[in-house]
């Protein structure tokens, strides 16, 4: 569904005027139904690439292909769900979930009915019933990105790209939203790129990790995990801790050059 070929991505610096090469000719296949997850060192462009596979970010050099057909900007077949909440504190559970809708101009093309149909179905699906009425503030940090997840849901988009979505969560709700949204998944077949700083989150989510290096980024490995979603039980674990040592081994040196590059 989605193709990356010899992608790179360089960024003017306004200050100094000098340029920075966040991707280097990154090349990616991206099958249908999938759920891959992107992983690697601060500042190695993972957010770069999500957001060039958005619309969001023009290529320097490279083609981002969906169906065959080159990505000219945003389409209704993504859908983003960012690390913040990035919800509108005015605005209710419903009201933040249909201005998906209205970013995706779906007024001129669904009955009224139809549209409260489509809010109503998205907020079952991510277990919001009860809190339509509710504001942001009234909502825990878990609760607030289920209402991001709706907002990306209910325009019935192809894919979801997700960034760091569970990053801003303590740990428990973090395990539970990664529980839902494999669900959430299984019931909807949706394609799903997410990106994570956490091996042990890409593992329980992944059907394939891409290993990216330090800045400029490259993709390093990828790796298929082939255990049975809930990952769950001693064979799981066991099978799980040695994919996370295979991981951590291949990205220890990105790691530890990201942080001697920051830091200099």
Known sequence: MISVRDLSIMFSQHRSGSEVQALDRVSLEVKEGE???IIGPSGCGKTTLLNCIAGLVTPTSGDVLI???????????RAV???????FPWRTVWDNIQFGLELACARKTRSKNEAKGRIADAIRLVGLEGFERHLPFQLSGGMRQRVGLARALVIEPQMLLMDEPFGAIDAMTRELMQRELLNIIVRTGKTVLFVTH????????????????????RIKAILSVDVPKPRVGPQAEHTLADLHYQIW?????EVRRAVQTSTS
Do not use: H, W
């Open 249 to 253: 081994s291949l990205l220890e040196e």
């Open 35 to 37: 759920f891959l997850v």
């Open 67 to 77: 169906a065959g057909k080159p990505v000219a900007g945003p389409g209704r077949d």
């Open 198 to 217: 956490s091996i042990n989150e890409a593992l329980k989510l992944g059907d394939r990790i891409v290993m990216m290096t330090a800045r400029p980024g």
């Open 81 to 87: 769900v960012f690390q913040e909440y990035a919800l």
